[in-house]
């Protein structure tokens, strides 16, 4: 996706968010236990205020949260951090360097990038908070979220700080998982100390491994079902679109491995 695709993204989930938390700020969000909708909103106002001082100071804060910042009433925190992320982003160009987490991508892009996952993922929550029907979800957007959900977080999270997964992954038994969201698809091969995801969107055709088979577990659907399904974002009692073909521990340790991983 084009970085000036995910500012459009991110723009439209923001204020879908915005119209959708002050139905209800003390409703419950179920995909976020123990949040209300005015906790989950303080949290994307501290999110874009972690992320606007990344950009800012070119590291990540040494200290967090800063001081106040859980006092400050939450959709107000919302508007001002929104409109201080952006103003940082509209100083700045994607290539400009920038503080993050992820060593292969120290870079401004690569919180435009998250920021409009980040969002989208939460605008969702607020809709299942509020009883508010969840919006779409675009399938280049939805298709996005998948692969940075499984490279990003899960494959860098095991290869880099693998001790966090040593009880999802020591007793492994090596297993392949495949992820199909439409046009596009992904192999992820787990064991001990392995998180490995290979990109299949562009195979096809006869034995390129691509549904035929031999994947120990298989999730498929449209874009946005599958996204909220690794997200967990699923409403309870509706139907969600997906299709998982697979024994249920092996399902289990892929679940188990994107919770530590976005923890």
Not at 52 to 59: F, S, Y
Not at 83 to 92: C, K, N, W
Not at 150 to 157: H, M, P, S, Y
């Amino acid at each position: 996706m084009e970085y000036s695709r995910f500012l459009d993204c991110l723009a439209a989930d923001f204020t879908r968010l915005r119209a959708v938390a002050p139905i209800d700020l003390d409703a419950a969000v179920p995909s976020c236990p123990g949040w209300t909708v005015a906790d989950l909103a303080r949290h994307v106002g501290a999110v874009y205020v972690h992320k606007t001082l990344a950009m800012r100071e070119g590291a990540e804060p040494d200290q967090w949260p800063p001081e106040g910042l859980a006092e400050e009433e939450p959709l107000a925190l919302l508007d001002q951090a929104y409109a201080g992320l952006l103003s940082e982003f509209a100083v700045r160009k994607p290539e400009d360097p920038a503080g993050t987490w992820y060593t292969p991508d120290q870079t401004v892009g690569f919180w435009i990038r998250r920021m409009a996952q980040e969002t989208v993922i939460h605008r969702i929550d607020a809709e299942l908070g509020t009883g508010e029907k969840v919006a779409p979800v675009p399938d280049d957007l939805a298709a996005d979220g998948i692969d940075e959900l499984l490279k990003v977080f899960t494959a860098f999270g095991v290869a880099e700080w693998g001790s966090y997964f040593a009880d999802i992954l020591g007793g492994s038994p090596g297993r392949t998982y495949e992820l199909r969201a439409d046009g596009a698809a992904w192999r992820v091969r787990t064991g001990p100390a392995l998180f490995v995801v290979e990109d299949r969107t562009r195979e096809s055709g006869p034995g390129d491994g691509v549904g035929d088979g031999t994947a120990d577990v298989t999730v498929s659907g449209p874009p946005a079902a599958v996204l909220r399904w690794v997200w967990n974002r699923e409403k309870a009692g509706e139907p969600s679109g997906v299709t998982v073909d697979g024994a249920p521990d092996a399902v289990e340790e892929l679940r188990r491995c994107i919770v530590v991983a976005t923890q």
